[in-house]
């Protein structure tokens, strides 16, 4: 997998976002607010990504982890499977339509987890978590340096000492071509959906890069486009390592890619593209718990 654009690149490495159209469509239609046929594009790596998330907890986390945490935890894709897995899961999210999606799925199943409408930049949770995750860029949603590290502090808070962060994200190596596009297809039953990808502009001095997405859905009965636009926070490794280093709550201790190999680390330098960090909870004297 080559982690540019303009290059062929891996489903799980595509993103998607907030809400940050200028031009609406007839309903304002925007990508988030269509849960199923979001993670339709998504779904595929949902099973390797939840096995990633269970090898890194039996092989980072002193104590058998039975609690996990995502912030931005979307239609809830991994919120259900970690849930069949036996886990108590809590998400969070600020889109309403994408935790009724999830809540109805979860109900569907007989499955239980606690879903709650919070910002993920800060929030207050009476438990303690042995894992939390944050796959496919939901991080690069935070668009400063400070919220960023807010939300770092906040999720470190939450963990138990020895707890885990697994935070995926796209990094950039200085000299990687910020602009491209991507399309890929699902099907689903009589449902077909085809997505792009396109890189519209970035800044390397703001640290911002602006996406549109687009989703076209075919089916027997209609067929609409949503089209929809994103603001998502650049790294490269020097800037992600800086910030890491502001939060001494957390202490990274591995890093791998999306190919969610655990026997196979890689190093947070200016090579790597797509990454998942793992950080550690550390107890520092001084920091609120
Ligand atoms: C790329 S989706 C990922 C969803 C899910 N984690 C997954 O892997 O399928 C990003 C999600 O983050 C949510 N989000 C963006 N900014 C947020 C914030 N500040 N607090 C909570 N959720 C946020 C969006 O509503 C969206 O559902």
């Known amino acids: 997998v080559v982690g540019e654009r303009g ?3 891996s489903v799980a490495q595509r993103t998607s976002a907030p809400q940050a159209s200028k031009r609406r469509g007839r309903a304002e239609r925007r990508w988030y607010d269509y849960p ?3 993670e339709l594009g998504f779904r595929d790596f949902t099973g390797q990504e ?3 998330i269970e090898q890194v907890c ?8 039975e609690r996990l945490l995502e912030p931005g935890c979307g239609s809830g894709r991994l919120v259900l499977e970690m849930a069949s897995r036996g886990y108590e899961i809590t998400g969070l999210d600020l889109n309403r339509r994408q935790l009724a999606y999830c809540r109805q799925r ?3 199943r007989g499955l239980s987890a ?3 409408e919070q910002d993920m930049t800060e929030f207050e949770l009476p438990e303690r978590f042995g894992a939390a995750f944050n796959t496919i860029n939901t991080f690069r949603h935070l668009l400063t340096e400070r919220a960023a590290q807010k939300h770092l502090e906040t999720v470190a808070r939450h963990l138990v000492p020895g707890g885990v962060y697994i935070l995926g994200l796209h990094v950039y190596p200085p ?3 910020l602009e491209g596009s991507e399309r890929w297809r699902a099907v689903r039953g009589q449902t077909r959906v085809s997505y ?6 970035a800044c390397r001095r703001k640290r911002l890069e602006r996406l549109r997405l687009s989703m076209t859905v075919r089916k027997p009965s209609e067929s609409f486009r949503v089209t929809d636009e994103l603001v998502l926070r650049l790294y490269n490794a020097t800037q992600l390592q800086r910030l890491i280093a502001r939060v001494p709550q957390l202490r990274l201790e591995g890093v791998f890619d999306f190919h969610y190999q655990i026997d196979e680390p890689q190093l947070l330098d200016d090579e790597i593209n797509d990454t998942v960090l793992i950080l550690k909870h550390v107890p520092v004297a001084g920091a609120q718990m």
Do not use: C, G, I
Not at 58 to 65: G, N
């Open 114 to 116: 606690q879903l709650l």
């Open 50 to 52: 939840a096995d990633f």
């Open 36 to 38: 199923h046929y979001y």
């Open 196 to 201: 792009s990808l396109t890189a519209m502009e």
């Open 58 to 65: 039996q092989r980072y986390v002193p104590e058998p982890v």
């Open 7 to 9: 290059k062929e690149q």
């Open 106 to 108: 979860l109900k569907r």
């Open 175 to 177: 000299d990687a071509d």
